[in-house]
């Protein structure tokens, strides 16, 4: 199943210009069967994403969030609310709650603004579910960093496009091998292992193909 896990929509990112209603009904368009909108520091509320979902035909869509750390931004999933994470979080504090929830997480564009990802990891060991390896606010630099460090480590690659604007929806992606169904199977498939990132074709891609 092919999943874009990281975008935001314009009713909870101010810098988004997507309406969820053109999301639902554009992301089967370019060969999505999931979606997990991570607005800034915000997740959807449970009848909220009940009511999109219920105009979604097939499609999955599901509410994770973009969390602005200390040290950069994490993609949290499967969290029961934001409550204990407020913007400008310790990395450490927010790794706490993630895994008291039995939650995931993944590295949003690492690297990004020269943040010290390297040393992230030094300090609080390999403990992400993944890495975003690629999606449309990754450069090559980054990419290449990305890399090296899922080549040393136990971390994984995902790929997701980060998007902000309509065309920008499904760049890249991820493909999970399980069915997923609920947001507690997409935790699941993230801590499992089973995935690998894609990328959409006939679109420029930031930072190349994903394989």
């Given at each position: ?12 990112s ?5 309406d ?9 368009r ?5 979606v ?8 959807w ?11 979604a ?10 969390i602005?750390?200390?040290?950069g931004?994490?993609?949290?999933y ?30 949003a564009?690492?690297f ?6 390297d ?7 390999p ?7 690629v ?36 760049c ?26 894609g990328?959409?074709?006939g ?9």
């Open positions: 199943m092919r999943f874009d896990h990281h975008l935001h929509t314009s009713r909870h101010p810098d988004s210009v997507i969820p209603l053109e999301l639902i009904e554009r992301a089967p370019v060969g999505l069967q999931g997990v909108i991570t607005e800034h520091d915000h997740q509320a449970p009848d909220e994403l009940a009511d999109l979902a219920s105009r035909g097939d499609l999955r869509v599901f509410s994770g969030a973009e602005s750390a200390r040290e931004h994490f993609l949290v499967g969290l029961p609310s934001l409550a204990d994470v407020e913007p400008g979080i310790r990395v450490a504090d927010l790794l706490k709650v993630v895994r008291g929830h039995k939650a995931a997480i993944v590295a564009h690492p990004r603004w020269g943040q010290p990802f040393a992230i990891v030094a300090e609080n060991g403990a992400f579910d993944a890495i975003e390896l999606s449309n606010n990754v450069t090559d630099e980054t990419r290449s960093l990305a890399e090296r460090l899922i080549g040393r480590t136990p971390m994984r690659a995902t790929g997701s496009s980060d998007a902000h604007e309509i065309d920008v929806v499904g890249y992606f991820t493909e999970f091998s399980t069915p997923i169904r609920s947001m507690a199977d997409f935790v699941s498939a993230l801590q499992a292992g089973g995935f690998r990132p990328h959409r074709r679109i420029r891609l930031s930072c190349g193909p994903a394989d």
